[in-house]
């Protein structure tokens, strides 16, 4: 009997010792079946998430194009299995840069025509010219990028050498800014623009009663769009090109301000074959066409596509004096800018954009463009709104303006860069009073509590880690001036930071899908070789990219 209560004492022992093994394996198997699959996880590194709280992690979890998870690096390597894991060995990411204003298809276009950035002389201008002649001889001969304020002759030139440099091939020279040309005498007799024709007399720099060749805005515009379009073969190559130099500085989106639909639809097509992976947010130019097929219809959006906004201009730039100001020109006191289009027309344009839900995006770079269209803007959203209607520029403001920005809850759209490459000479076309109220960044910011940022280029470099540079240290790449021009208007390094990630995909209204790493918003980010947000500030403008990703694929480098 005793014998019997100890078998079966000892059989109950070992059957829930049986029992106790098959949960504790059971328990460890579900561990392992309950790890979920990443396409991708990053770790050992710093990820900004730039969110609400400005948090950061050591790991970053992908999948399906999609920020699933961010988090410590044994948190997230326990979680998540995958089949690509990168140790980021201390280095930091980012979100993808945004562009808040640039013209990426028209950068893409420009790719084959004669660089002329930075020459410091008309010889030298010339030069290069020459040079691009030898390798591209057909057709037309085009450039962008010249500037006489680099001069040592800082007055426009004239197309006298043009003329004898190139006699018989049409010239089409676009300055830095895009808003003035200059054109040798073939371009001005197949273009059609002389003496007779002009519809603007302002629009044309005159020497002793004569065309000198240069012109602004309008028919500026004319000159350049004389030029042949090339085939849609050649603009694709250039537009892959365009992509691989923005995903190499970082960018994954940009904010392409002023397209038509035929370049729309170029993009439109090439993203959806998958050519094209940059994300692009297309303002419409305010053409009749345009206004048929998108504005009256409503919104477009794939997820690389974005068209829910206008471009306008209300005046031309500082740099060619076609900038709009109330008072004239402190090194020209007969001339105070242009204005790019009449007000009637203006009103029009945003009365439509504002009747069928599109945003306003207007060019102003004077104080009177600026006082203008807030006006226009004012009597459409009458008080403050999340219509997120944009100044684009916004260089110079009356000091009585900046409050109508928060008003009317207007958002300023700027370029860092724009004020360390202007700020050699701005003061001598606006006078120390209104240069105070100038790329005055910080004090537009603090009226809404954001801004956007970009590099208008090709005007500036494309690189957002030296509009990141600019904003916070209000300094060019060779560290001048030393105190910073005009400091008080620089931003700090988080807002920096947002201008270029989640403040721009807001200016789109795409804050909810990109611009942080965030769960659920597209895994677009950056992995640098340097924290930019604790780095000494010399070094910030050789912070290298490491890799590139969108909709987490790495798109640079390429393999």
């Known amino acids: 009997m005793v014998f019997c209560t100890f078998v079966k004492i ?23 079946v309950s790890r979920q699959y990443a396409d991708i996880v990053l770790y050992n590194g710093k990820v900004y998430t730039v969110d609400k709280k400005f948090s950061f992690h050591e790991s970053l979890a992908v999948k399906n194009g999609k920020v699933i998870e961010t988090g410590s690096t044994k948190a997230i390597t326990r979680k998540y299995k995958t089949n690509k894991s990168i140790d980021l060995q201390g280095k930091t990411v980012y979100p993808g840069f945004y562009d808040g204003h640039c013209h990426f298809y028209h950068y893409g276009l420009n790719l084959q025509k004669a660089d002329l950035f930075g020459v410091a002389s008309y010889t030298e201008m010339l030069q290069r010219l020459k040079e691009h002649q030898k390798k591209f001889p057909n057709g ?5 990028g010249w500037d006489q304020n680099l001069w040592a002759d800082k007055n426009f030139p004239d197309n006298k050498l043009l003329n004898e440099a190139f006699p018989d091939i049409p010239v ?14 073939e371009a001005m007799r197949l273009t059609g623009i002389n003496e007779n024709t002009l519809m603007n007399k302002e629009e044309a720099v005159w020497n002793d009663g004569k065309l000198s060749g240069v012109f602004l805005e309008n028919t500026a515009d004319k000159a350049k769009n004389a030029v042949p379009r090339p085939s849609v073969e050649s603009i694709t190559q250039l537009l892959v090109k365009a992509q691989e130099n923005c995903f190499a500085v970082g960018l994954t989106s940009v904010a392409d301000a002023g397209l038509e639909k035929r370049e729309i639809t170029i993009i439109d097509s090439l993203q959806k074959q998958g050519v094209l992976k940059m994300k692009v947010y297309a303002m419409l130019n305010p053409s009749e066409e345009n206004f048929e097929t998108y504005v009256k219809v409503g919104t477009y959006q794939t997820d690389r596509l974005h068209i829910a906004s206008v471009k306008l201009y209300a005046d031309g730039a500082l740099g060619s004096m076609g900038a709009l100001l109330k008072n004239p020109y402190s090194d020209a006191d007969d001339k105070t800018g242009i204005l790019a289009n009449p007000v009637k027309k203006l009103e029009t344009f945003c009365r439509l954009a504002y009747q069928n839900g599109f945003q306003v995006n207007t060019h102003c770079i004077g104080d009177s463009a600026v006082n203008l269209m807030l006006g226009i803007y004012g009597k459409l959203l009458k008080g403050q709104n999340d219509l997120r209607w944009r100044i684009e520029h916004a260089q110079i403001v009356s ?15 700027v370029q860092a860069t724009h004020a360390t490459s202007d700020m050699f000479w701005a003061g001598q076309r606006l006078g120390e009073e209104r240069l105070k109220n100038a790329y005055a960044y910080k004090k537009l910011l603090n009226q809404n509590g954001w801004i956007i940022n970009g590099t208008d280029f090709p005007i500036e470099n494309i690189s957002p880690l030296l509009t990141f540079y600019a904003a916070v240290s209000r300094k060019n790449t060779n560290g001048k001036p030393e105190s910073g021009f005009q400091i008080e208007n620089a931003l700090t390094r988080e807002e920096a930071l947002r201008s270029i990630t989640i403040w721009a995909a807001k200016g789109a209204f795409e804050e909810k899908e990109k611009g942080s790493l965030e769960s659920g918003k597209a895994a677009d980010f950056v992995v640098l070789d340097g924290d930019i947000m604790t780095l000494p500030e010399s070094s910030l403008p050789h912070v290298k990219i490491i890799m590139t990703f969108s909709n987490g694929e790495e798109v640079y480098p390429l393999k």
């Open 140 to 144: 037309w001969l085009t450039g962008m």
């Open 399 to 413: 000091p009585s303006d900046f409050a109508v920005f928060e008003k009317f809850s207007v958002i300023p759209s």
């Open 172 to 185: 089409v020279l676009s300055r830095v800014d895009g808003h003035a040309v200059l054109l040798n005498s």
């Open 10 to 32: 000892e059989s109950m022992i070992l059957r829930r010792f049986c029992l106790l093994i098959c949960i504790l394996l059971l328990m460890l198997n579900s561990c392992i």
